[in-house]
């Protein structure tokens, strides 16, 4: 009788170490802001350099490529009304691209884009590999590069989202190298996810900007590659 006992013991030990192990190295996929507006394919407002049918092409067949090897894909989407204040178009007297003071803060003018409910608000990617899209900048009065919270702190659902499912690692890229992709990684680093970024993946605004935003996402101790490589990824 001891001896089954200690049998079921062990056995019960083995597999609470095999699920926390299988927790611990588990990775996701975050796809930063590939819609409609941010690429030259569709002619969009905020359209970033290098963002044709191709580059959403090769980032659909990378994705699905990470979806089919049991990865669990996320994605962010700009989901602005229309009255938000990053737009141009909602300050008199002011044009696309000035920097404007709103309290503390610096705020960024853009071209209307990402307009809730709009053809170019969506997702380019194959939606049916998404486990979540996650939705920000929702709050007329704040921006928000970051997939995780808008610039007054707000925070979205992308933490919880991915703690739920057991993730401790996230890969990301998309749009844009020095904004939207650099703020998800960042925080994601913060919120204490081991993060690597995939450069070939994504896009910058500016090379000078992007240049930066990879040397300061470094900083942070986020990994750089060059192009995806999934041992580089599993080793990390």
Not at 172 to 185: E, H, L, Q, R
Request: aromatic share 8%; charged share 25%; proline share 2%.
């Amino acid at each position: 009788m001891k001896n089954v006992i200690m049998l079921i013991c062990c056995a019960v030990f083995l597999i609470a170490f095999t699920d926390t192990t299988f927790c611990e190295e588990k990775t996701g996929v975050i796809v930063v802001d590939v819609q409609g507006d941010f690429t030259t394919w569709k002619k969009g407002s905020l359209a970033v350099t290098g963002t044709d049918n191709t580059f959403v092409a090769k980032v659909q067949k990378s994705t699905k490529k990470l979806k089919d090897k049991g990865y669990i894909i996320f994605g962010t989407q700009d989901w602005h009304p229309a009255d938000h204040i990053s737009f141009y178009t909602n300050h008199p007297g002011k044009n696309a691209f000035e920097a404007i003071k709103i309290g503390e803060r610096t705020q960024v003018l853009w071209p209307p884009h990402c307009i809730q409910g709009t053809e170019n608000a969506k997702v380019l990617v194959d939606n049916n590999l998404f486990l979540a899209i996650v939705k920000k900048g929702k709050d007329s009065a704040y921006d928000s590069y970051s997939g995780f919270q808008d610039d007054g702190g707000q925070k979205t659902e992308l933490t919880q989202v991915l703690k739920r499912n057991g993730i401790k690692k996230v890969v990301v890229y998309g749009i844009a190298t020095d904004y939207c992709v650099k703020a998800t990684a960042i925080d994601a680093a913060i919120a204490g996810f081991k993060v690597i970024v995939i450069d070939s993946l994504c896009r910058g605004v500016a090379p000078d900007t992007s240049t930066k935003a990879l040397e300061e996402m470094e900083k942070k101790g986020i990994l750089i590659l060059k192009k995806l490589d999934l041992d580089k990824i599993k080793q990390f």
